[in-house]
């Protein structure tokens, strides 16, 4: 089954506690990208890669990282999480040329960080 | 700069009411993306539509149709005979040729069908 995958679902962390949040795709897109999603702010951009070894920043990196070792893989990683840092994130894939194709979204990640 | 704009948070219909969800958009580039994605309460994100810059043409698919127009920057999505089912957040997103591969999404519209 073509699908987007995201682990952990649920997360409860600290303050400064690293974490990572791994979002994996089975259908060889080459666009990944990740949203964060805050009440009343809609899904905001975070990281976006068009291929392996290539990524760039979206409107709200600061204090997320990314890394596209692998073409089905795009982690999101948070080194010292902060409180608004929490958040449901999303990841999300599309074909070649991201910019005008649908994109395929994983179930999501609810961080808490305290 | 490239922005999105849902002026409606919150919108509730009786079954079987025709609903608009408006989307307005800003951007400079002169080849651009409109997307509507459908959020339903189980909470994943589900495309609806795409539609391309050079293509004015309405579109409608089953119940769902959508508006597209350039002189106001508009594109927005009518719903015909609301079910329950429909009952969703609704997001509006933007992507432009000339500004990276970044995606603009706006703060989405809650619309709840009452039965």
């Known amino acids: 089954e073509a699908q987007v995958t995201q682990n952990p679902r649920y997360l409860i962390t600290v303050t400064g506690k690293k974490l990572t949040v791994t979002c994996s795709q089975n259908?060889?897109?080459?666009?990944m990208s990740w949203y964060r999603q805050d009440p009343g702010l809609g899904l905001r951009q975070i990281y976006y890669?068009?291929?392996?070894?290539?990524?760039d920043k979206g409107d709200v990196p600061e204090g997320y990282k990314v890394s596209r070792k692998e073409k089905r893989n795009f982690p999101l990683i948070l080194e010292s999480p902060s409180p608004n840092q929490t958040s449901l994130y999303f990841c999300a894939s599309s074909p070649a040329g991201g910019l005008y194709n649908e994109q395929f979204f994983g179930p999501g990640t609810r961080l808490t960080v305290l | 700069a490239q922005k999105v704009t849902q002026a409606q948070t919150e919108i509730s219909v009786v079954e079987k009411e025709d609903v608009t969800l408006d989307c307005v958009y800003e951007?400079?580039?002169?080849?651009?993306?409109l997307f509507w994605y459908k959020q339903p309460p189980s909470g994943e994100l589900v495309f609806l539509i795409r539609r391309n810059s050079f293509d004015e043409q309405n579109e409608i698919s089953g119940r769902y149709s959508w508006n597209f127009q350039k002189s106001t920057s508009s594109f927005n999505f009518t719903i015909t005979a609301s079910q329950v089912v429909d009952s969703a957040v609704y997001f509006c997103a933007l992507s432009g040729l000339n500004t990276g591969n970044q995606f603009y999404f706006g703060t989405g519209t809650s619309l709840t069908v009452i039965p």
């Open positions: 259908m060889n897109h080459e666009y």
């Open positions: 890669s068009m291929n392996v070894e290539v990524t």
């Open positions: 951007t400079r580039d002169t080849t651009y993306y």
